[in-house]
Nanobody, 121 residues
Framework: QVQLVESGGGLVQPGGSLRLSCAAS????????MGWYRQAPGKQRELVAT???????NYGDSVKGRFTISRDNAKNTVYLQMNSLKPEDTAVYYC???????????????WGQGTQVTVSS
């Protein structure tokens, strides 16, 4: 089992910044991709950003140039720096981590519980 603990969500005014963190713990052989997705009320979950074990990043079109994803492999933690926030960024943000299991080296996919980000004046 892998546990993901997210933090950093909250209420921020338009144009403001927030930083999300997601720490992975538990039993696994290695962590592969880490990422963030979000889901607004009445909408499907969408990609925000992902980062590979080698540091290659990928961003959703709506956040390019404003959000930055990074990871600390020593801490098994992924971060999302969100700048120039807009009301349309309001959503529940979910951490996603791909691992190889410790026993069979099988790929597994894990989700955090979600953290609310609200952008409003």
């Amino acid at each position: 089992q892998v546990q993901l603990v997210e933090s950093g969500g909250g209420l921020v005014q338009p144009g403001g910044s927030l930083r999300l963190s997601c720490a992975a713990s538990g039993s696994f052989f290695s962590i592969n991709n880490m990422g963030w997705y979000r889901q607004a009320p009445g909408k499907q979950r969408e990609l925000v950003a992902t980062i590979s074990s080698g540091g290659r990043t990928n961003y959703g079109d709506s956040v390019k140039g404003r959000f930055t994803i990074s990871r600390d492999n020593a801490k098994n933690t992924v971060y999302l720096q969100m700048n120039s926030l807009k009301p349309e960024d309001t959503a529940v943000y979910y951490c996603n981590v791909g691992t190889l299991s410790s026993l069979y080296r099988a790929p597994e996919d894990w989700w955090g519980q979600g953290t609310q980000v609200t952008v409003s004046s």
